[in-house]
Nanobody, 125 residues
């Protein structure tokens, strides 16, 4: 079971760190994706991390501001969000893929089999 946490209310320019954790990942080689859905908008993929080769991918709106990495304990993946903007407001989800997703599809929600509940991020101007 995946659990996303770490959301909250911050001012523009601030930072948050989201966590995606599970009691145990189903296998060593997985991909964790981060998605968000703003009010009135469709869900979008924003970042993803492949554990077997440490490859990450970012959507253009967050590249350079967000960083995804695996935790040292091995059962969590973190999304460090810096220089937050009001347009980053939304419900953030993490998802897990147990296959070997290709780089070009890492931000595609259809690639992911397991989803956690979202955590709300609100950025005030």
């Amino acid at each position: 079971q995946l659990q996303a946490s770490g959301g909250g209310l911050v001012h523009a320019g601030g930072s948050l760190r989201l966590s995606c954790a599970a009691s145990e990942f189903p296998r060593e080689a997985i991909t964790i994706g981060w998605f968000r859905q703003a009010p009135g908008s469709e869900r979008e993929g924003i970042s993803a991390f492949r554990t077997w080769d440490a490859v990450s991918n970012y959507a253009d709106p967050v590249r350079g501001r967000f960083t995804v990495a695996k935790g040292a304990a091995g059962n969590a993946v973190y999304l460090q969000m810096d220089n937050l903007r009001p347009e980053d407001t939304g419900l953030y989800y993490c998802a897990l893929d147990v296959g070997h997703v290709t780089y070009t599809r890492m931000l595609d929600a259809d690639e992911y089999q397991f989803w956690g509940q979202g955590t709300l991020v609100t950025v005030s101007s």
